[in-house]
């Protein structure tokens, strides 16, 4: 997978039809547990929401992952349209709840899904759609012996990294674009790093 689209950062959107309230909730994210850390946000934000429909689209090399959830609306009434927005605008690494406050009267299946489909579009609408290249990441201890010499060559090449100390050593997990995988870990082979 070389590049791909996706949304920038968070955004949130309000949609109102025939009392009922929707409040759509669009994010960026690279893995299932990030949809699911940001379910957990939106309900504790929302505890007497009626429904949270969403819908995720996840790529991971040639692989895709997707899930479309009704949360009790009628089979295929919000979930989908969330997901039929997240295919339209062509991205990928995304999330998007929609929460519904019902507000008296029945919008019927129709009026679902054109109220779903709007909400979720108007929470990638006010967003930024960005080409982002694929990341990986290599982790690995070293003892303090060592440490001078491996932050050099960090600090040469200005590698993204985190850096987490232990007693013995520190631990460093270096982040970079895939294509240029090769070419960091040749940086660190005079090491021998695990």
């Given amino acids: ?21 929707f409040y759509g909730y669009a994010f960026p994210i690279t893995t299932k547990e990030d949809v699911k850390n940001r379910l957990s946000e939106i309900q504790e934000e ?45 991205i990928t690494n995304t999330y998007i709840a929609v929460v519904r406050y019902f507000g008296g009267t029945k919008l019927g299946v129709g009026g679902l899904i054109a109220a779903y489909k709007q909400s979720a579009a108007e ?23 060592k ?5 050099s060559v960090i600090d040469k090449n200005q590698l993204n990294t985190k850096i987490e100390n232990l007693v013995d050593g520190v ?12 070419k960091i870990m040749s940086l660190f082979d005079r090491w021998e790093l695990n």
Wanted: glycine share 6%.
């Fill in 123 to 145: 929470a990638i609408e006010v967003n930024k759609i960005i080409e982002v290249e694929p990341q990986d990441s290599f982790s690995f201890k070293i003892g303090f012996d």
């Fill in 171 to 182: 631990q460093i997990k270096l982040l970079f674009a895939k294509k240029d995988k090769e």
């Fill in 1 to 21: 997978m070389s590049t791909y689209r996706t949304l920038k950062l968070s955004s949130t959107s309000f949609y109102k039809e025939k009392g009922s309230k």
């Fill in 147 to 151: 440490m001078g010499s491996i932050l």
């Fill in 46 to 90: 929302h505890p007497k929401a009626r429904h949270i429909c969403s819908a995720f689209l996840l790529r991971t090399g040639d692989q895709e992952y997707y899930i479309a959830n009704d949360d009790g609306e009628p089979s295929n009434s919000a979930g989908a349209p969330i997901l039929g927005q997240i295919r339209s605008a062509n």
